[in-house]
């Protein structure tokens, strides 16, 4: 059965609800409530913005808010939502007679999340007039990584999309392409030792403290004000991952004080979160859910739960595929709620910040776009929004 389960999606993964407050219950986002934002942006030159770059961006205006003064980005850098990366009509005339090549050096696959990643950034790069001249997957593993940025060398990219793997292993991995003088853009983490505008142009991902807060919530909702809850952990030193646990942690005592925390146990290998949810059912049996860093372990705490017959706990965790939402919506398989990033438009930020780098416009330091969560009622508009690939049809049979 594992065979048949997609890697997950982080990290990631994943940002946005409303208006972020980190106070009371009563306080925090809503997915739901409505934030307008002024799309009739023109340049400092009179240029007007492109119309592309707005309509990518149309429909998720109501998941983005008010950023929380104490979230900053892995380095200490300040975030900003996604609409202030815009180019000029100007611009993208500019860049599309430069004959710009593109390469994605994946961190690992992770099913129809990179899918759609992928398809943000293939369709920006045609747009722009770009060649995505390589997309790879490392395999979270740094080894590979290095490997495959040697080997994307040789292609002569102008601009690098990538995640480090490792922040350590990938300092040394990315200088060749630092010193080839490639604009290189990062997915959530950065390369230890680099420095925004030095050595890489910027960072494009989710929102990591909305993401937090949301699978607080829910959790909280799912189990009661009282409830017994574990929290599942990925051991690895992933910046946007640690930082998202930290979160859950933090706002469930925050805004449940009396939810137990009966167990706090992490994982190193991912199939290990299986046997990790299991040990807890066996010795906590009245624990009532889960927190899971991400997807795929998060299905794997799915089975554990399966295997000891116990449909009554819940789970809730983040990053998108197919299975984890069949599950969602599947009663009798513990998946609670699903956060979601939007990573079609973190695609689309990716080559945009490249982009920057190539007119040699300094970039925003930290790039979010929005996150929510998904439910029956909104599954086709918000895989729409978030994905921009077609939604499986038995998906939509299950949510009608």
């Not at 017994?228 to 991952?241: H, L, M, N, S």
């Not at 299986?274 to 860093?293: K, N, T």
């Not at 790039?367 to 439910?375: D, F, G, I, M, V």
């Amino acid at each position: 059965m594992r065979n048949r389960l997609f890697f997950p999606v982080f990290v990631l993964l994943l940002a946005v609800p409303l208006v972020l407050t980190g106070g009371k219950k009563d306080k925090t986002p809503s997915a739901e409530e409505e934030v307008v934002e002024d799309t009739t942006v023109v340049s400092a030159s009179g240029d007007e913005i492109d119309p592309w770059i707005l309509e990518t961006r149309k429909g998720l205006e109501k998941y983005r808010g008010s950023i929380d003064p104490s979230f900053k980005g892995p380095d200490g850098q300040t975030p900003t939502w996604d609409t202030e990366l815009v180019l000029t009509v100007a611009e993208v005339e500019k860049l599309r007679k430069g004959n710009y090549k593109v390469a994605f050096n994946m961190d690992g696959a992770q099913g129809e999340y990179h899918v759609a990643m992928t398809k943000g950034i293939k369709d920006t790069c045609e747009y722009l007039g770009m060649e995505l001249v390589v997309v790879t997957d490392a395999g979270f593993d740094p080894a590979k990584q290095k490997s495959d940025i040697e080997t994307t060398l040789a292609l002569k990219p102008d601009i690098i999309i990538s995640a480090p793997v490792d922040k350590v292993s990938a300092a040394e991995a990315f200088r060749p392409a630092v010193e080839a003088g490639v604009k290189l853009v990062f997915w959530s983490n950065q390369p230890a030792g680099y420095k925004h505008g030095r050595e890489f142009v910027g960072i494009s991902t989710s929102m990591p403290y909305d993401q937090g807060v949301f699978m607080a919530q829910k959790l909280g909702e799912a189990v009661g004000d009282d409830g017994k809850i574990g929290i599942i952990y990925w051991e690895q030193d992933f910046w946007i991952v640690n930082m998202i646990d930290d979160i859950v942690r933090e706002k469930i005592a925050e805004l449940y004080p009396g939810i137990q925390v009966v167990a706090d146990e992490g994982f190193a290998d991912l199939a290990d979160a299986e046997s990790v949810a299991a040990s807890m059912i066996l010795r906590f049996p009245d624990i009532d859910g889960f927190y899971v860093s991400f997807n795929f372990p998060g299905q794997l705490a799915a089975l554990a739960c399966k295997a000891a017959e116990r449909d009554d706990i819940v789970i809730v965790t983040q990053g998108v595929d197919v299975p984890i939402l069949m599950k969602l919506l599947t009663p009798g398989e513990n998946i609670a709620a699903v956060i979601t990033d939007t990573p079609y438009l973190i695609g689309v930020n990716h080559v945009l910040l490249g982009a920057f780098g190539l007119l040699g416009k300094t970039a925003p330091e930290y790039t979010l776009s929005p996150s929510a969560w998904y439910t029956a009622d909104n599954l086709e508009e918000l895989w729409d929004l978030a994905m921009r690939i077609p939604l499986p049809e038995d998906l939509k049979n299950l949510a009608r």
